[in-house]
């Protein structure tokens, strides 16, 4: 058996985070879910040469592994280019300019807890993000999903206020357990049903620092693995 370690970059050593043990790889900073999303990355697609690839707040880790590969046509986006050092990052407004993405351009799109972000219409944001992909490309996301129902509310409604609401005091949306099939499942075709221990029953997911909470249930570390057929409008 392998010792644990990180599967981006081969750390073994993690840090404490936001009141989680052990979970944030203190190479590349990783934490469950970009651990889980590579693993999808590893299984479900070949990252080849050539392909095209839309990265929305580039995770220095994925960012890495993703330019590692000759030929990739890389292109990392934030509405705060500066906060990225690691990569050259271009600046992207979601609100106004999704809108603006070329139809089936990329190969993958990939955005993890960005979309609580977005003050604006988030179900047309992920559409444009979609149309965007190329009619064999690949859209994975995740997003922060908590017990009980979808809320939002896009007024200056302070920090403390946001926080309180939707658990950071940036965010202005939260997705719910409860109805997460009437949000996101009303956009795309999504299990019924999140399960990565049925899906992969004979992998071992402690050795990537993916605890067994986070495999199982539409949770705050669910990776939603989407063809552009998946899209239902």
């Known amino acids: 058996m392998l010792a644990m370690h990180c599967n981006i970059c081969g750390c073994s050593e993690f840090n404490n985070m936001n009141g989680r043990f052990n979970v944030k790889c203190r190479h590349c ?43 990739i046509a890389y292109k990392a986006v934030d509405l705060i280019p500066e906060m990225y050092k690691h990569c050259n990052v271009e600046k992207m407004d979601l609100v106004q300019d999704a809108e603006k993405l070329p139809n089936c351009a990329f190969d993958l799109v990939i955005h993890s807890h960005v979309m609580e972000h977005i003050p604006g219409n988030v179900t047309t944001t992920l559409i444009h ?3 965007s992909l190329k009619e064999d490309g690949w859209h994975l996301f995740s997003i922060p999903i908590y017990a009980g129902c979808y809320e939002e509310c896009l007024s200056d409604i ?12 940036d965010h202005v949306r939260r997705f719910g357990r409860e109805d997460i099939h009437l949000t996101i499942g009303k956009i795309f075709d999504i299990p019924l049903e999140y399960d990565l221990r049925k899906r992969y029953p004979y992998v071992d997911f402690s050795e990537f620092n993916i605890p067994e909470s986070t495999l199982t249930g539409f949770t705050s570390n669910t990776i939603f693995c989407l063809r552009k057929k998946d899209i239902k409008l």
């Open 29 to 71: 900073g990783s934490v469950e879910r970009t651990r889980i999303l590579k693993f999808l990355l590893d299984r479900e697609i070949s990252i080849v040469p050539g392909m095209s690839v839309l990265h929305l707040a580039p995770e220095i880790g994925l960012t890495r592994y993703l330019t590692s590969v000759p030929g």
């Open 129 to 131: 993000l979609h149309r």
């Open 158 to 169: 302070g920090p403390e206020e946001r926080k309180r609401r939707f658990r950071q005091e």
